[in-house]
């Protein structure tokens, strides 16, 4: 029954021209070239929307730690190499510098977690700030820090983000 | 803007650690560049010698005559053995390349333990039988251990933690493998009777391209690629790992079950954005 459910749902997405829909994981990073709405949770974790106004196409990353220490692998995961490899993503599918803008989200100080000990949420914006800055890239929208988890949802083509704040339960 | 003496020193103290961090972090970086060299060699190596073993081998059964062909058999183990590391091998270099590209998502599945065992043991069974080594598990047909998550990322990390077990165990040791299904965590446990891990080495067990034995002479092998693979994989899947040394090493994983966790991965249709703010 579920099966048809979601068979006849899908049919109208397609028929409709709905733009697909992509979870991304903490420490991943999404690409798209055809509409594509991106979700993810954000507690103390950061997610950067990048988008070419020219092309209409864009990618999010969701970096969980400001900078790789060399140690492990060289993970978006790591908000220096998540920033960087966003950026090459879009360069190399053909984005021009000047046409790409950003919106930035999270670093929550979520409570009773190790977040506050350490400042993660705090770190993660700074780093946002610094590489996008040194990057030439123009934030245009931001909702960061607070104590509140976020829930996004981003339309690469549009450059839309829907923002909700959401209490915290097992996110990042 | 004007500081008295307790502020300066405070400031002073806080620029002196941050040139600490950042003069560790650049040598960290300056000695990951240059293990990313040695990866070269090491990898050509392990590429290499299986590929020219699995050519010579095959052309030797080509050319085997009609009454011999019975001598084709320990040639065809030989070609299996070197087909399965080089596999082994290539499996942890794609997967460190996609999570690197940050492309590695979750694939859920109910993962059977028992069936992944079984192939991850069959994979390493001329080494297993050269070394003379005995596995030791719990499983049995009595005792099956299955858990929603990735099978296909818990395959590779076992893969990758028995190679190890195995190339460190003495010959004729014995390998321990515990599967044990808390509420919903797995918990493996995997220990060997090898030299074990010094607390020096533990530092740097994770690091990419790094091997614990990087003489010249070393015959263990390998990309060094396998335990900071295993941990970013582990990461993904939200668990944990841990090391102790135990007559050996032990290594011991904590898998959570995903199955209560699917809306993380999915769309729940019910959720209004009922605050929902544009941007």
């Known amino acids: ?172 | 803007m004007i500081m008295n003496g307790d502020e300066l020193i405070k400031k002073e103290k806080e620029i002196t650690e941050l040139h600490n961090t950042i003069n560790a972090l650049n040598s960290k970086l300056t000695e990951s560049e240059s293990l990313k060299s040695n990866f070269i060699s090491n990898i050509m190596n392990e590429v290499y010698n299986p590929f020219s073993s699995i050519i010579s081998m095959a052309d030797n059964i080509l050319s085997l005559n009609e009454n011999k062909l019975h001598n084709a058999i320990p040639m065809a183990e030989i070609i299996y053995r070197e087909a399965a590391q080089l596999d082994f091998h290539l499996q942890n270099i794609f997967v460190a390349a996609t999570i690197e590209a940050g492309l590695e998502g979750v694939e859920l599945s109910i993962a059977n333990l028992n069936n992944i065992m079984e192939s991850v043991v069959k994979k390493f069974k001329f080494d297993i039988n050269n070394k003379n080594i005995k596995i030791v598990t719990n499983l049995s047909l009595d005792l099956h251990v299955s858990i929603t998550s990735d099978a296909k990322k818990i395959t590779l990390v076992l893969l990758n933690l028995l190679s190890n077990s195995i190339k460190n165990s003495p010959n004729n040791g014995e390998i321990k493998i515990h599967f044990e299904l808390i509420e919903d965590e797995l918990n493996i446990a995997i220990s060997d009777q090898g030299s074990g891990i010094s607390e020096t080495e533990m530092k740097i067990i994770f690091d990419r391209f790094k091997k614990i034995d990087e003489t010249i002479n070393s015959v263990k092998g390998g990309t060094g690629l396998g335990l900071s693979v295993v941990k970013a994989i582990i990461e993904i899947l939200e668990g944990n790992i841990s090391f102790s040394k135990d007559n050996g090493t032990k290594v011991i994983l904590n898998i959570p079950n995903m199955e209560n966790n699917h809306s993380r991965f999915g769309f729940d249709d019910d959720d209004i954005l009922f605050d929902q703010e544009l941007f």
Request: charged residues 20%; proline residues 3%; positive net charge.
């Open chain 1, 1 to 172: 029954m579920m099966t048809i459910f979601f068979s006849i749902k899908n049919y109208f997405k397609i028929t409709m021209l709905q733009p697909l829909e992509y979870f991304l994981l903490p420490g991943a990073l999404k690409f798209s070239k055809s509409p594509m709405e991106i979700t993810t949770l954000l507690g103390s974790c950061v997610s950067v929307c990048l988008w070419d106004s020219r092309l209409k196409q864009g990618g999010m990353n969701h970096y969980m730690m400001p900078y790789w220490n060399g140690s492990g692998l060289a993970s978006p995961k790591y908000g220096n190499i998540a920033i960087d490899k966003l950026i090459k993503v879009l360069l190399s599918n053909g984005s021009r510098r000047e046409d790409l803008v950003a919106k930035v989200f999270g670093g929550a100080a979520l409570l009773s977690s190790s977040d506050c000990v350490f400042n993660i949420g705090k770190r993660n914006i700074e780093i946002q700030h610094r590489m996008l800055l040194d990057e030439d890239i123009d934030v245009i929208a931001k909702s960061l820090g607070g104590d509140k988890g976020r829930k996004l949802i981003y339309n690469t083509n549009t450059g839309v983000v829907k923002m909700k704040f959401v209490q915290k339960t097992n996110i990042t």
